[in-house]
């Protein structure tokens, strides 16, 4: 059998400035936590 040739992987890709375009990070937290603090607030005393 012959190798098989496999394309260049690169296994870091180099991290892009992100251009005004919101991290996942970001947006996961801005979308939880005014949902804890809300439930957090609601919740019966």
Same mark, same amino acid.
């Given at each position: 059998? #012959?190798? /098989?040739?496999? %394309?260049?992987?690169? =296994?870091t890709?180099?991290?892009? %400035?992100? +251009? +005004? =375009?919101?991290? %996942?990070?970001?947006?996961?937290?801005?979308?939880? #936590? %005014? &949902? /804890? /603090? &809300?439930? =957090?607030?609601?919740?019966?005393?």
């Open positions: 059998m #012959t190798p /098989v040739h496999y %394309p260049a992987y690169r =296994a890709p180099d991290r892009r %400035p992100s +251009g +005004g =375009a919101t991290s %996942p990070l970001t947006f996961v937290l801005l979308i939880t #936590t %005014p &949902a /804890v /603090v &809300a439930v =957090a607030a609601l919740r019966p005393r």
